[in-house]
């Protein structure tokens, strides 16, 4: 009697491991088969699989993934509804298969998104990921999941965490929620100048636009991620931005607020910004000589003596080329005798060429 029961039990242990290890079998397969874009297939295994195993949930995260490459609609948001059934453990293995696998992110992002409300407290700890990736997919369903999610963003306004707080802050102005304006208001006082430049430009985006000083002084932050978030804002949405601390920030030593400063005196049309812009066209950073270029070109007219100038004399080959370009871009016919000159003139092959082009555009 004994051994019958001793075999029953290895018998049953036998099979309950054997299951386990196809349903295993299973999600790995189904993983290939989504990386393959085999979608249909993955669909029916995940299926099946779901069908042994309900509260499987990597699976209903990948069965999700295979409806939505499909645009099955109806079907992931029957996959969503069990997955808010099931709560804490689903959000959960979402958010660790978006960290983990990033060819899955863009699904598990979608699904977050989806599910709502529920998932918010567990995505704002993610805009303090040491994963900028992370961060951005954070503040993205964030973004998307909107209204719901606004009073948990307000709790993260009170985060020890700056990156909560700064990320909360933006997303309030992202998402437009005017309720939150006195909240983004007190953060004014922050200590850190992050959290400070997020809620300045929030309010900005609200309509408060008589805090945009703060978002002005973020060019001179002691943190580079708020200087780079002021010169984005002052790129992007601040209307008739104030000059002089733009052109002072040229010279801020990270390239991404260099950049977005040139092109805010660019977009502007500044003409005091031409003789340094002038200065900014000869760096060897390629961002920051092409973006120098852009903004030469859209303040026209008054660049065209400086460029001629600068053609001149200028030796190196790369800064002698956009300045070239630039000159053909505004089409002023003020730069037709040095385009002509460096034609004949010029040793280099490619020099040529540009005032060539240059020319042509003129002409």
Request: overall charge neutral; charged content about 25%; some cysteine.
């Amino acid at each position: 009697m004994k051994k019958a029961i001793i075999v029953l039990m290895f018998l049953s242990l036998t099979l309950s491991i054997g299951c386990g290890q196809r349903g295993t079998n299973d999600l790995e397969i189904a993983r290939q088969e989504l990386q393959e874009r085999a979608y249909s297939q993955a669909e029916i295994r995940l299926e099946k699989l779901i069908g042994k195993q309900p509260n499987n949930i990597e699976a209903q995260c990948l069965l999700a993934t295979a409806y939505n490459r499909q645009n099955k609609t109806q079907k992931l948001e029957s996959v969503i509804g069990k997955m808010r059934e099931l709560g804490k453990p689903a959000i959960e293995k979402a958010i660790d298969i978006m960290r983990r696998e990033q060819n899955l992110t863009e699904d598990m992002s979608k699904v977050l998104t989806l599910i709502g409300e529920p998932a918010v407290d567990y995505v704002i700890p993610l805009l303090a990921d040491n994963t900028e990736y992370v961060r951005e997919n954070a503040i993205m369903i964030l973004n998307n999941i909107g209204s719901p999610a606004v009073n948990h963003l307000r709790e993260g306004l009170n985060s020890p965490n700056v990156l909560i707080r700064s990320g909360s802050a933006k997303i309030l102005g992202d998402i437009g929620d005017k309720t939150s304006i006195q909240s983004l208001i007190k953060e004014l006082g922050d200590p850190n100048s992050l959290v400070k430049v997020e809620s300045a430009i929030a309010l900005y985006k609200l309509g408060e636009k008589s805090h945009v000083k703060v978002i002005t002084e973020g060019l001179n932050a002691d943190i580079v991620s708020a200087r780079r978030s002021a010169a984005k804002a002052l790129q992007d949405i601040v209307e008739s931005p104030a000059v002089d601390p733009l052109l002072k920030a040229l010279n801020d030593t990270d390239t991404q607020v260099r950049v977005a400063v040139i092109r805010t005196l660019g977009k502007i049309k500044e003409s005091r910004a031409v003789n340094p812009l002038i200065e900014t066209l000869k760096s060897k950073d390629v961002d920051v000589r092409n973006a120098s270029a852009d903004a030469l070109k859209e303040i026209g007219e008054p660049a065209v003596v400086p460029l001629v100038n600068l053609v001149k004399q200028e030796k190196d080959i790369a800064t002698l080329q956009k300045a070239i370009q630039t000159l053909g871009d505004i089409g002023d016919k003020r730069a037709v005798d040095v385009l002509e000159k460096i034609y004949a003139e010029h040793n280099s092959p490619l020099v040529k060429q540009e005032a060539a082009v240059a020319l042509n555009k003129i002409e």
